[in-house]
C-alpha cells in the first residue's frame, strides 16, 4: 500500500508552480507499483464540479457545483493514473462535502 499526502499551491500561485507540483506529483505516482493500493490524500485547491457524464471515471454524482481553475489538472490527473475522488461518491447534504467555504460567497 502506498499512501501519498500532497498539498498543492495555493489558487494565487502562478501557473509555474502549479505546473512544478504537478510534475513532481506525476513523477511520484510513476513510481508506485500497479500492485499496490494507492491512497493520495490532501488539499488540491480545486473544485471538480458535478459533471459525472464526462468524468464518471473520476467522479461520480454527487460532486458539488461549480468549478474553479485548478480542477482539469486534478481531473486530468486522476484520469491519467486511474485515481476516483471518493467524496464525490457518497451522497451526503452539500456542507459536508467540501473542506472549506468562503464566509461572504458561501461558495
Known sequence: ????????PTLVAD???KDQFYGDLHSVLRSVHRSDK???LGDFTARVGADH????DVISKHGVGSVNSNRLRLLNTCAEFDLLITN???QQ???LKTTWM???SKH
Open 1 to 8: 500500500m502506498m499512501l501519498i499526502s500532497a498539498y498543492a
Open 15 to 17: 501557473d509555474a508552480a
Open 38 to 40: 494507492l491512497f493520495l
Open 53 to 56: 457524464h464526462v468524468w464518471g
Open 88 to 90: 464525490t461518491i457518497f
Open 93 to 95: 447534504r452539500d456542507q
Open 102 to 104: 468562503h464566509p461572504r
